[in-house]
């Protein structure tokens, strides 16, 4: 009996640390920024984490770093530095994990919103070329239907906020999913 005891106190101290999703709705109150210019989605998706985690970053010094420029932060941006890509969280001290053409599952999303608190970004591919990256702030489900939060940088200078149904956040008539960076953790 005293092997037992211990051994059932050590599973439950265990089971104490995991984190179980609420079944409903879970958010993270993310500051919303619009992106600084018609190509720099990617920028404000990382600002918007990175702020979140206590890390203010501009747009225009992502753009400097992603590209291997000096000039980005002047007004306006010079055409050179107005192109997509990736938010660069190693470069501002940021460990990350990303997914490669695919969404997290509804599990990952409530765990990486609820359990780790976190935001994350995603992006889509246009069917037409090109794509866009969003913030998924939070998560809800409503008579049966799974919602994810987004703050959308577009429009430039503008941005908006909404939710959408899980099944449109993996895909959509206009859209394939590409690539999610979650799990971003500061150094």
């Given at each position: 009996?005293?092997?037992?005891?211990?051994?059932?106190?050590?599973?439950?101290?265990?089971l104490?640390g995991?984190?179980?999703?609420?079944?409903n709705?879970?958010?993270?109150?993310?500051?919303?920024h619009?992106?600084?210019?018609?190509?720099?989605?990617?920028?404000?998706?990382?600002q918007?984490?990175?702020?979140?985690l206590?890390?203010?970053?501009t747009?225009?010094d992502?753009a400097?770093?992603r590209?291997?420029?000096?000039?980005?932060c002047?007004?306006?941006?010079?055409?050179?530095?107005?192109?997509?890509?990736?938010?660069?969280?190693d470069?501002y001290?940021?460990?990350?994990?990303?997914?490669s053409?695919?969404a997290?599952?509804?599990?990952?999303?409530?765990?990486?919103?609820?359990?780790?608190?976190?935001?994350?970004?995603f992006?889509w591919?246009?069917?037409?070329?090109?794509?866009?990256?969003m913030?998924?702030?939070?998560y809800?489900?409503?008579?049966?239907?799974n919602?994810?939060s987004?703050n959308?940088?577009?429009p430039?200078n503008?941005?908006?906020?909404?939710?959408?149904?899980?099944?449109d956040?993996?895909?959509?008539s206009?859209?394939?999913h590409?690539d999610?960076?979650?799990?971003?953790?500061?150094?």
């Amino acid at each position: 009996m005293s092997k037992t005891l211990p051994t059932s106190l050590l599973v439950a101290l265990l089971l104490s640390g995991c984190c179980r999703p609420n079944p409903n709705i879970g958010s993270q109150a993310v500051n919303l920024h619009a992106q600084q210019t018609s190509m720099w989605c990617w920028a404000a998706s990382g600002q918007m984490v990175m702020e979140f985690l206590g890390v203010n970053v501009t747009q225009c010094d992502e753009a400097n770093k992603r590209f291997s420029l000096t000039d980005c932060c002047n007004s306006p941006a010079p055409n050179h530095c107005v192109n997509g890509g990736w938010p660069e969280f190693d470069k501002y001290g940021f460990t990350f994990q990303k997914t490669s053409d695919a969404a997290l599952s509804w599990a990952a999303v409530k765990d990486q919103i609820y359990c780790q608190r976190k935001p994350f970004a995603f992006a889509w591919h246009w069917n037409g070329g090109g794509g866009h990256m969003m913030v998924a702030t939070g998560y809800v489900t409503i008579d049966g239907v799974n919602y994810v939060s987004v703050n959308n940088p577009w429009p430039p200078n503008v941005g908006d906020q909404y939710t959408k149904t899980y099944d449109d956040y993996v895909s959509g008539s206009d859209h394939t999913h590409w690539d999610d960076y979650y799990n971003v953790t500061k150094q």
